[in-house]
Structures are given as C-alpha cells and as structure tokens.
C-alpha cells in the first residue's frame, strides 16, 4: 500500500490520517502482511498551507514531463519552480517503492477540498481501480481522471497499480482527517495487509463513513467540468456542498461573460472556493449499477478490440493504442459506449473523437 498526502500544499489531512495509522501499527502490534508507505507530496507548500507555489504539483505528471525530469542532468528542462524539484523528490520516492513492491501495489492519493460535504472515492474507470474502489465504504465517482491532464493517480494507474483517489471533505475539517483514516484502515483490508478483525473496530469505521454520506448514491460519473483560468473572473454562487443537486437551468456561477448555467439536472462536485485552481466545478450524475456490470461484461469479451473495424473508427497513424471516431458516421459510438467499453477520451478536434482504452483495466 502505497500512500501520497499532502501533493496539494493546503490538504494536510491525508498526511495527518496516515501518521495516525502507523504510529497505531507501530504502537498497537496489530497482525499485519507486507508493506505501508507514506509519502508527503508538496513539502514547500505544506509549509505556507497554500495549494501550490509556482506550479499545480498534481498536474505535471504527462509522461513527457516526468521523462525530462528523469533525463541526466544538463538536459532537463531547468524551469526553477519549486514544484519542479518538489516532483523529482516525490517521483524518486515513488519509484523505489513501486520497484522494490514484493507483490502487487495499491496506491492512495489523499485530498480535501474548498467546498464542505460528504467524502468520496474517484478512480479511473479500470475494472481493478471500481473493484478496490467499492470496498472502501465511500460513494464512488468514475471519471473525474479523464477531465484532468497530468494528475499523479493516473501517472501511477499507467505504471499498472490500482489507483484511487480520496476526497475526504473540506480543507482543515477534523472530520476529513478522520474520514481518510477511517478509509486507509479499510484499504489495508482490501488490499489484504490486514483481516477485517483486525483493524481498529471495522464496523464502526464504516458506520462513521456511512453516517458522512446520507442519500448519496454509490456510483456516479463526470459530466461535465467547467475549466478556468485566472482572467476569466470567475465566481462561484455561494453555498455549494459536494453532491449538492442542480437543476437544468440553475445559475451555478458567473463569471466576465455572465452567468454560468447548468444544462441538466444534476450533482455539483468540487465547486471552486479558494484563488487557485482551474477547475471551476464538476457536475457529476448517478449511474445504475446495471451499467456497471454490462461494462465488464463487455470489457472481458474482446470487442472492444474490435472498435478500430467499425466505420467511421480507425487507429491513429502515430499514437499506439490510439483511435480516432468520426463521429459523423459512427454516430452509434457517442462518449457514453466507448466508456462503457473503456476507453477514456483523450480530446475532441471538431467531429473527431480521440479515444484510448484504459491500460490495465482488467489485468496487472
Ligand atoms: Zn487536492
């Protein structure tokens, strides 16, 4: 089990709950398999409390990024971000572990967020990540991954690991602090480090994560996010908790253009309350679990990599694993098939569709 806290300087609970954890396993002798790490992201801005200082630390993580920063040195790119050697630290870290791993490796990324309300699992729609994801007694969000370039978690998903992330609630709340212990101690089950009976009262873990979350469904899926940048002077509309319901119409912001308005009914996730950040909000909708199970069905079939003979889909010329929907005559593949037979979207250009199909979604 491998654990990052902290890559967002003003999220201390994830390290906070992780220190608790071991100083309990080092203290309490509780029968325990294999290997607990921890790692602290962003140690500069965890000192000043602020998100980042130059550069979001868990948005630089495209692997040609990480490939600079790994090349010798005299020809790395040489910025003088803080983050820059904030990423080095952390990725050698992350590499020792993940090479010396005597089996398989779970990895937890721990976050808070700006806007109060109930804690959430978001992963990267793999049939490994949704399995791991379901026993950790939170509601899931799938897709969140795939509105985001450049986050850790997907890093660490293409190395082959089950990844998932933690929104355990608010910045600074002592809920989310006990929200991400109550979640590491029932991963350690999951991941089989430890039997149920062990940890520290299972039942009462997941009566305490089950009374955070009332009335919010199990799984949902990203809808929409809504970008931003810092000329555009946005403003969210005051009072938004996570899973908050939106109706079609709603004005949920605003910025220099006007309002900004929700076209469906909804849930809002992640409404933007703090100076930084490019992610203004998301809004997210709830998926039948039927969907869930036809997914994996069709996953483990082997049509999905029979997609790329479908008219209107070919395999892009450069990028391996890479195809191109032209959505003028596929029009049977909207977004919505393709991730249910899992594919994550890479961009739109026009008509065209770039797709992939998620690496180790079924399979280490
Ligand atoms: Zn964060």
Not at 160 to 184: C, K, N, Q
Not at 234 to 247: E, S, T
Not at 255 to 268: E, L
Not at 341 to 349: A, D, E, N, V
Request: contains cysteine.
């Amino acid at each position: 089990m491998l654990v990052v806290g902290g890559i967002h300087g003003n999220e201390y609970s994830g390290v906070l709950a992780a220190r608790r954890v071991l100083d309990k396993l080092a203290l309490e002798d509780r029968p325990f398999r294999g290997r607990f790490v921890a790692l602290v992201g962003n140690l500069a801005a965890l000192a000043l409390d602020q998100r980042f200082i130059d550069l979001d630390l868990n948005r630089q993580w495209l692997p040609q990024r990480v490939a600079k920063l790994t090349a010798p040195a005299g020809t790395a790119s040489g910025t003088s971000a803080v983050e820059e050697r904030e990423q080095r630290e952390l990725l050698a870290a992350l590499l020792r572990e993940l090479e010396t791993a005597q089996g398989p490796v779970y990895f937890m990324d721990l976050h808070t967020s700006s806007a109060d309300g109930p804690p959430f699992v978001t992963v990267g729609d793999t049939l490994r990540n949704r399995a791991f994801a379901l026993k950790l007694g939170l509601p899931v969000v799938l897709g969140l991954e795939e509105q985001i370039d450049g986050a850790l978690l997907e890093y660490v998903n293409n190395l082959g690991h089950v990844t998932v992330g933690i929104e355990a609630g608010r910045h600074h709340a002592p809920e989310s602090v006990d929200h991400h212990e109550a979640v590491l101690w029932l991963a350690l089950a999951a991941a089989g480090h430890m039997d149920e009976k062990d940890l520290p009262d299972a039942a009462s873990l997941r009566g305490r994560l089950r009374a955070a979350t009332p009335g919010i469904p199990p799984i949902m899926a990203v809808d929409r996010r809504h970008p931003v940048t810092p000329d555009d002077g946005f403003v969210m509309a005051p009072g938004y908790r996570n899973f908050d319901p939106v109706f079609a119409g709603q004005v949920v912001a605003r910025d220099k253009k006007g309002p900004v308005i929700s076209r469906r009914r909804s849930r809002m996730l992640l409404p933007l309350y703090q100076a930084q950040g490019s992610d203004g909000f998301f809004l997210v909708r709830k998926i039948h679990p039927f969907w869930l199970r036809l997914s994996a069905l069709l996953r483990r079939s082997g049509l999905p990599g029979l997609v790329h003979w479908l008219p209107g889909v070919h395999c892009h010329p450069e990028w391996p694993e890479t195809l191109v929907v032209n959505t003028r005559v596929a029009r049977l593949l909207p977004l919505q098939v393709l991730h249910l037979l899992g594919f994550r979207k890479l961009r739109w250009q026009g008509h065209l569709l770039l797709v992939s199909r998620r690496r180790f979604d079924t399979r280490e």
